[in-house]
């Protein structure tokens, strides 16, 4: 059996959370940006923004206020590592991230093409909690 074909870079088309209880939440707002990236040696990267981050007023990219800074960590998400696959589901083995938590753990996500060829990435969080959820983002070839 072939595998699907992940490799090539890959655009953003939404990101949204379902919760159990009806609740929908977009992340990183309407109309996110991002883009993720599988090579054929094995490598993936991914990185997510919400559209229209503001610039830092109050310095640069070290100097600038604590606010400003937890506001721009707020609105991206980025790691990169190796991927595999196996049965539908895309294991991510993160060796960086913007999330440090997520260093040397597994980024697990069920994927599927719709009949448009659009990849979807979907992950349960939080399972048997108040929170417990269903994240979906859907991808476009870019």
């Known amino acids: 059996m072939t595998q699907p074909n992940l490799t090539g870079r890959w655009e953003l088309v939404t990101f949204e959370q379902n919760y159990d209880d009806g609740r929908v ?51 991206m998400l980025s790691y990169a590592g190796r991927y595999s696959l196996e049965d539908g589901v895309v294991t991510h083995l993160v060796d960086l991230s913007l999330f440090p938590n997520w260093v040397g753990g597994q980024q697990k996500r069920q994927f599927k093409f719709d009949e448009h060829g659009q990849l979807s990435l979907t992950a349960r969080l939080e399972e048997n909690t108040s929170e417990a959820r269903t994240a979906l983002l859907m991808w476009k070839r870019a």
Not at 46 to 57: D, H, L, P, S, Y
Not at 64 to 70: I, N, T, V
């Open 25 to 75: 939440v977009f992340p990183m707002g309407e109309g996110p940006q991002g883009v993720i990236q599988y090579t054929e040696d094995g490598y993936m990267s991914c990185q997510i923004t919400k559209a229209n981050r503001g610039n830092f007023i109050t310095g640069g990219q070290w100097n600038a206020s604590d606010a400003e800074k937890a506001g721009a960590y707020n609105s």
